[in-house]
């Protein structure tokens, strides 16, 4: 069974409308832009995406959403997207806002065989309306539960041919506890080398959790915001 | 009356050696230019950092490192990288031992708002739920006031909750603040700030025993 | 009739190109030893790795690397460690294709008892629970009666469970079974076996249709 | 705050009689032994200790077996024991036998802040008996709790002086999901080095996790079974 792909296109190329894709990154760090882009270009509608944000304008998700492709989107935090809160303002996108330790903890979940699990986070907001609240060692909680997503799309440094992959820095961010999550998980790498390239005790996902990898055409790997201090001299 | 920068300056003065500390976006952030000489502690940053440094020089920023509000940020030595899931285990698992953030309300019980404004404003909640849920120590740093003049600090929350009975101090630019079980206790004037500036500016519960100081930063 | 390395002969067969595999101690270990040529399955070992290889060579062997059999090992390039609470993450999570282990005893119904004989063991499950509640494919390799000359292939087990309706398959020294809706069904005799010897050594129901095939391993 | 101790004995110093010991290591693979050594030479008593193994007659746990200083012994597979089977039917040892995996899953939800998660191991079973069960999605899954434990004891191959920490080869094990996992989390290592020494992206244990950390005096690293095949000449 031959996990590695020769690009985004080939990679995705059973996903289709409708489907639910749970896709990493943490803002537009550590993003599967070449996934994101051949999704672009093929057009394909009505997704329900689960991701921690909603990309910029022009980068990341949001260029699904520009192109209306979303009908739902699951995130934590959708705040750089004025897009989106038109979208959102005008009903024409279905949002649902959770606690990002939450969705951190559900994509782990879905990847580890648990059905549901409690956090204390949200109790007494509106995050708990309709959920199962309780008490344990005399503190409350809310059930939460994993997703069923047809896909996972993370975004790693290094991968190998086995899909084992290792992340650089922050990028590891919901790329880690995504792996897995979703009945097919692709991974694109900046660099895909030979199984056995990798050192076993410094891979961060191993392989079982990878169905399919690629090695990305390009990475623009845009920064969000960029915050700098003047050398003193 | 304190500035942005004496909010920090005095929320700094909570930091004890060995914290773990999660700032919040926005004058919190400020808490780091002003740790106390010789004093260890680490910043956690939740989307994956422990041991977050300051701005990187220019030139040298990295796409791969930054911080939770998404900014280009540098790790210092002995820090590390992780994934959103283990962060909030930190964090859920009371590892953190300060968290600071901003709010646009705090009521009496130490309820707080800071996420939402029904019909204007649907950014999210990203981590403050989790982050407010969990930690052991929360200390809100923000205006006494909104921008209409009206109290923050109210008998209870009008604005969609983040979490309910979870903040524990207050730093304001007119005071230093702990919630109890029976409202507001003052703790500190801001410096050339009058008890009755602070009465005036808060609608909640707010109690005042004895001589209150005035800070020192 | 099979030898235990037939046993293994016979449930190497139903690998697949791709798979990964844990096998449990005993008759299971000696499936690694009959891959397929060509073929790539990948061995999951509970305490923490995948690409588990042979043994090491005399003088070669690490305390740090041993299987969940407690065995010292080898690790094959491309492989990887983890830690437990991955290593069962995966298990949970159904990215296991195939489980193969031994059992005291399994029931019509695909129930299997193997980790405890009241008054008499008590060695503990160890990670058999998870396996077989999590699994999608579950191979039995056990022999088809006990040292008292007792079927192990019952009507419902008669030791402690270890999980219930998860044995999909099982090869034993006379046949090769699935688990279906109705009881066992005889799928391939062993070589020189007869269905009848297998009728005898069975007491679950036992579903024999049309001619039952002799084994090609 | 200092977190480096000098030796098992300094770091184990406020361990006391009747304590719940969470203890890593899967057999003798990765144990700290350092610690044990000390707790068995201070002789404390009454211990509950959560372990995957109970150690070999003559190491580990096996140790404190032997001395009588363990009432409660909390494991997913004991049999390599004879000492322990012994107090066990002579019911001078309580024992709860619990799935592997539901151990591991315990361990890190102590760390991590989750009171109860959902599993499906050991429905229909024993393990079952007095606990919620739950069907999620078609299948059927018991509620299982979180430790609440003193300390937490872990081994790793190399940490630094903020307690981040390396584990070697399949050492990792239980040692991962056990740090955090009590009041106070002991971590001994082969080697301690400075802070700033090991490279961000491949410390398994952050730091944040460690509230103690010191070099064992020595490893003996026995192995349990030996187990080798001959060279072809």
Not at chain 1, 19 to 32: A, D, E, K, N
Not at chain 2, 158 to 185: H, N, Q, W
């Amino acid at each position: 069974m031959k996990k590695v792909y020769q690009n985004a296109e080939e990679a995705t190329h059973d996903i289709t409308d409708n489907m639910t894709i749970i896709l990493g990154g943490f803002g537009l760090c550590g993003l599967p832009e070449n996934s994101i882009a051949a999704l672009v270009n093929k057009g394909v509608k009505g997704l329900t995406c689960i991701s921690n944000n909603a990309g910029v304008d022009d980068f990341g998700l949001g260029l699904l959403l520009k192109n209306h492709q979303i009908k739902k989107m699951i995130a934590s935090y959708v705040g750089e997207n004025a897009e989106f809160e038109r979208q959102l303002l005008n009903g024409e996108l279905d949002v649902e806002l959770i606690p990002q330790g939450t969705l951190a903890e559900r994509c782990r979940a879905s990847a580890a065989g648990i059905p549901a699990f409690f956090t204390p986070a949200g109790f007494g907001t509106e995050v708990a309306i309709g959920k199962e609240t309780r008490e344990f060692d005399g503190k409350m909680y809310i059930m939460e539960r994993r997703f069923h997503a047809d896909f996972a799309i993370v975004k790693a440094w290094k991968g190998d041919t086995n899909g084992n992959l290792i992340y650089r820095a922050a990028t590891r961010n919901f790329n880690l506890p995504m792996a897995g999550a979703g009945k097919i998980t692709i991974a694109e790498v900046e660099e895909l080398v030979p199984a056995g390239e990798l050192d076993p005790d410094q891979i961060h996902t191993p392989g079982i959790f990878v169905k399919r990898i690629f090695q990305g055409a390009k990475y623009e790997k845009r920064i969000e915001k960029i915050t700098v201090r003047k050398r003193e001299i | 009356m304190l500035d942005k920068d004496g909010i920090a300056k005095r929320i700094a003065k909570e930091l004890q050696d060995g914290f773990y500390v999660n700032l919040g976006i926005g004058i919190p952030t400020l808490v780091a230019n002003y740790v106390p000489e010789g004093m260890n502690v680490t910043f956690q940053s939740e989307n994956g950092m422990l041991g977050m440094g300051p701005f990187p020089y220019e030139g040298e920023q990295d796409a791969d490192v930054i911080n939770a509000g998404k900014q280009t940020v540098t790790m210092l030595p002995g820090g590390v990288y992780f994934d959103s899931a283990t962060s909030f285990a930190m964090i859920r698992g009371e590892h953190v031992d300060l968290t600071v953030l901003g709010a646009m309300e705090v009521s009496e019980k130490g309820d707080i708002a800071n996420w939402k404004i029904p019909g204007k404003m649907v950014k999210g909640m990203g981590g403050a739920m989790d982050l407010v849920a969990s930690a052991k120590n929360i200390i809100v740093a923000m205006q006494h006031e909104n921008k209409a003049g009206e109290s923050k600090l109210l008998p209870q929350c009008t604005l969609p909750l983040t979490g309910i009975g979870c903040v524990k101090k207050i730093v304001t630019e007119l005071a230093f603040l702990e919630v109890t079980e029976d409202g507001f206790k003052l703790l500190e004037r801001a410096p050339g700030v009058s008890v009755d500036d602070i009465k005036k500016a808060t609608l909640g519960k707010l109690i005042i025993e004895g001589e209150i100081p005035e800070m020192v930063i």
